[in-house]
């Protein structure tokens, strides 16, 4: 399969020469170890029944092994469950994101030997992940951005553990950096004056963003590949957001508009990262849909509420930014429009289809010469009927609750019976499974 070197496109324009010249120099130590080999991990869904139940009813495995910092394998592809710790299984990318993050401290010009970010180097270094990140909860030089170690992901589901190594390195993007803030402000106003009046939500719950250009990657799912943001949770500390938008503006790029503009959708790398700040500060917000209640639903839900609320939050602002997340929606989403087949069908797809017959119920979406037009007009009613719609759905607490709303709109888009089958055929050849991978 072939591999887009996003690096190459590091959003360079803002910077002076000699901040331009430190980022080519630290890209290029990127680019030399940029994509390590996939891993051989395993992944909770693809155990077979035996392999379930022997991990269900092995009185041999330790149930501390299932922390945050162990990583399950079965390289064998036997009935045996290897269960390591991510310092050896993952030695290496340690060792280099280590090399990476005193190299970038080098870069800038980072001489104390006892600085935490040098101290927090050694300690990855060495698969101290709680020590490590003790120098983290102090904020540190905001240029420097790293994530390593584990973060949770939608497949640590049956037993609760995590199950992906991720390793990146970013460099603080400034320019974007304010954007963001500004976005968030603007959400914190939202939090104050709108959602107020559907129960008691406090601005507290806006995450920490960091906003950066990737310049390493070690991880398995694709974080700093084709991933724009994750919230991940800092051991010691609050979960935070990172944007990367180097490789957003890769995944808008290569991944999204490539389809989207079939539909005569498109949005920009700013409307692209309006939206995806939306989106992250909404899966904060005090209505969730938490696992153990909803269960197998709680993914594809909790993904939808985040996009719908990005929706709300931006119809409280100006038509403009109300235009861009709307456009940078439904460019994502027009995927789920082609898309027919559900298996490996991300729970941002199956979010974005619940969204899309949703809409095209209320009229939101319409076809208008083969072509997907949002009615802003129509925004409002939509958003004033569905938002205490899904706040009692999470607050019923009722799995059947959610299976029923579930099932009636997680259906093939309707709207493609207003699409012609040239536009869908065209559109359904740019789908292929590495898109599938996102945010
Ligand atoms: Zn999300």
Redesign the pocket.
């Known amino acids: 399969m072939e591999q887009k070197i996003f690096i190459s496109k590091p959003a360079t324009h803002h910077l002076d020469q000699n901040v331009l010249q430190k980022r080519i120099a630290i890209a290029k130590i990127g680019h030399d170890i940029w994509i390590d080999q996939q891993e051989q991990s395993l992944w909770p869904q693809d155990l077979n029944a035996k392999q379930i139940n022997a991990l269900e009813q092995s009185k041999d495995i330790d149930k501390d092994l299932f922390s945050p910092f162990t990583y399950v394998d079965n390289i064998n592809r036997q009935d045996t469950l290897n269960i390591k710790e991510y310092k050896i299984t993952h030695k290496n990318k340690l060792k280099k994101i280590s090399i990476l993050m005193k190299e970038l401290a080098d870069l800038l010009e980072i001489t104390d030997k006892k600085h935490p970010y040098v101290l927090r180097a050694e300690h990855v270094a060495r698969g101290e992940f709680l020590q490590a990140d003790a120098y983290w909860v102090p904020e540190l030089d905001p240029n420097l951005i790293d994530i390593f170690g584990a973060y949770e992901s939608y497949f640590d589901q049956r037993f609760g553990i995590k199950r992906e190594f991720e390793s990146l390195v970013m460099i603080e993007n400034k320019e974007w950096k304010i954007k963001s803030e500004q976005v968030k402000k603007k959400y914190k106003q939202f939090v104050q004056n709108t959602l107020s009046k559907h129960g008691p939500v406090n601005s507290e719950v806006l995450r920490p963003i960091h906003v950066g250009d990737v310049l390493y990657c070690g991880g398995r799912l694709g974080g700093g590949r084709t991933v724009s943001a994750k919230i991940i949770p800092n051991w010691l500390g609050p979960r935070k957001v990172f944007l990367m938008m180097n490789t957003s503006q890769a995944v808008l790029e290569y991944s999204v508009l490539p389809i989207s503009t079939l539909y005569g959708v498109t949005c920009t790398l700013s409307d692209y990262h309006d939206f995806v700040v939306g989106?992250?500060l909404s899966?904060g917000l005090p209505w969730r849909f938490e696992e153990k209640l909803f269960g197998e639903y709680k993914s594809a839900l909790e993904?939808f509420k985040?996009d719908l609320f990005s929706i709300y939050f931006a119809s409280t602002q100006d038509e403009d930014f109300l235009q861009g997340v709307c456009s940078a929606w439904l460019a994502k989403g027009t995927r789920a429009i082609s898309c027919l087949d559900t298996k490996d069908f991300g729970y941002?797809q199956q979010a974005r289809t619940i969204m899309i017959n949703m809409m095209t119920e209320s009229q939101v979406l319409q076809v208008e010469n083969d072509e997907v037009v949002i009615k802003y007009q129509k925004i409002q009613d939509f958003i004033t009927s569905w938002v205490p719609e899904i706040i009692r759905i999470i607050e019923s607490k009722s799995m059947l609750q959610a299976k029923d709303f579930y099932n009636t709109y997680m259906q093939v888009p309707r709207i493609q019976n207003d699409i012609s089958q040239q536009k869908l055929e065209k559109t359904r050849l740019f789908v292929t499974p590495e898109l599938y991978f996102e945010?």
Do not use: R, T
């Open positions: 989106h992250e899966h993904e985040a941002h945010e």
